[in-house]
C-alpha cells in the first residue's frame, strides 16, 4: 500500500498553543483558479496572517438579471423542458475597468437594474457620475484574466455574450425559511406518534454528557434555514427571445421570482479555464 505524506506548512495565532511551522508540498496550491481558505496561513507575497481567500478567474464577463419564475418549454421535437425564465431590467453598464496598474488586478465593474437618484448615495452617485453611467441599485465585479476591449459606460448585452446552447454558471440567494427544526432542515425522521412516546419530532440526544463534555462544532440542529448564496453550474440556454427580452435556461436557479441573479459562461475543467 502506498503511502501519501503531505506536510503543512502554516502558523497558527493561538495563545495556547505554541506557534509551529509546517510544510505543505502540492502543485495545485500555486494554481489562483482554486478557491483556498486557510486560518493562520499568511497569503503569498504578504506579511499579514489571518484567512486567506483566493479569488477564481472567471471565463468570461457576466451580467445580472431577474428571475421571473418557471414554466415549460417544448423543444421541435416535443420534448419537455423545464426552464427558468429571466428578464433584464435597464442596466448591465460597464461602471469601471480594474487594471493590474490600478487595483492591483483586473476586474470589470457591472452596474444593473435603473434606479432614481434619491435612492443612492453621494458617493455612489459620484462613482457612477464618474463612468457616466445612469443611477444603478446593484454593482457586481467580475474578474478576468485581461480586460482588454472594455471601457466605461459601456453596455452589455447579453445576445452579444450568450448563444442558444451555451452553459452558464447562475448564482443567487436562495430562498429563506426562517428559523426550522432537524426534520425540515436536516431531513431527520421523526419518533413513533402513538404506543406512548413522548418523542414526535425532537431533536434528540446531541452527544455524551461526560465525554466530550460538549457539543461538537458543525452538529445538525435546528437553525436558520436559506437565504444564503447558491451557485448553479452547468445549465443550458434554451431559448433567447430579444422581442420579449428574456432567456429561458433549464433547470431550477436559486431564489423567488424578482430576486438578483449572475450569469456567467460555465467553466469547464480542460476547456475554457484560464493558464495562470
Avoid at 483558479?33 to 464577463?61: C, D, I, Q, W
Wanted: charged share 20%.
Amino acid at each position: 500500500m502506498a503511502i501519501l505524506s503531505v506536510s503543512i506548512s502554516a502558523t497558527i495565532p493561538n495563545s495556547h498553543i505554541s506557534r509551529s511551522n509546517v510544510s505543505l508540498k502540492t502543485s495545485f496550491l500555486n494554481n489562483p483558479l482554486v478557491n483556498l481558505k486557510f486560518f493562520g496561513a499568511p497569503a503569498p507575497n504578504s506579511k499579514k496572517t489571518g484567512m486567506v481567500v483566493r479569488m477564481s478567474y472567471e471565463v468570461g464577463v457576466g451580467v445580472m438579471a431577474t428571475k421571473l419564475g418557471m414554466m415549460s418549454f417544448f423543444e421541435p421535437n416535443g420534448k419537455v423542458v423545464p426552464v427558468t425564465v429571466v428578464g433584464f431590467k435597464e442596466g448591465n453598464i460597464v461602471t469601471q475597468v480594474k487594471t493590474e496598474a490600478t487595483d492591483g488586478y483586473n476586474a470589470v465593474q457591472v452596474g444593473y437594474r435603473r434606479v432614481r437618484d434619491r435612492k443612492l448615495t453621494k458617493p455612489e452617485m459620484g462613482h457612477l457620475q464618474k463612468a457616466g453611467a445612469i443611477p444603478m441599485r446593484h454593482l457586481q465585479e467580475f474578474r478576468l484574466v485581461s480586460v482588454d476591449g472594455f471601457e466605461a459606460n459601456q453596455r452589455l448585452v447579453f445576445d452579444d455574450l450568450f448563444k442558444e446552447g451555451d452553459l452558464v454558471d447562475v448564482a443567487g440567494t436562495t430562498i429563506g425559511k426562517g428559523f426550522q427544526g432537524g426534520i425540515k432542515r436536516h431531513h431527520f425522521k421523526r419518533g413513533p406518534m402513538t404506543h406512548g412516546s413522548k418523542s414526535h419530532r425532537a431533536l434528540g440526544s446531541i452527544g455524551a454528557g461526560t465525554t466530550p463534555g460538549h457539543v461538537y462544532k458543525g452538529k445538525k440542529m435546528p437553525g436558520r434555514m436559506g437565504g444564503t448564496k447558491r451557485k448553479i453550474r452547468k445549465l443550458k440556454i434554451v431559448k433567447v427571445d430579444n422581442d420579449l427580452n428574456v432567456v429561458m435556461i433549464k433547470g431550477a436557479v436559486p431564489g423567488k421570482p424578482g430576486n438578483l441573479l449572475r450569469i456567467t459562461p460555465a467553466k469547464i475543467v480542460g476547456k475554457n479555464i484560464p493558464k495562470s
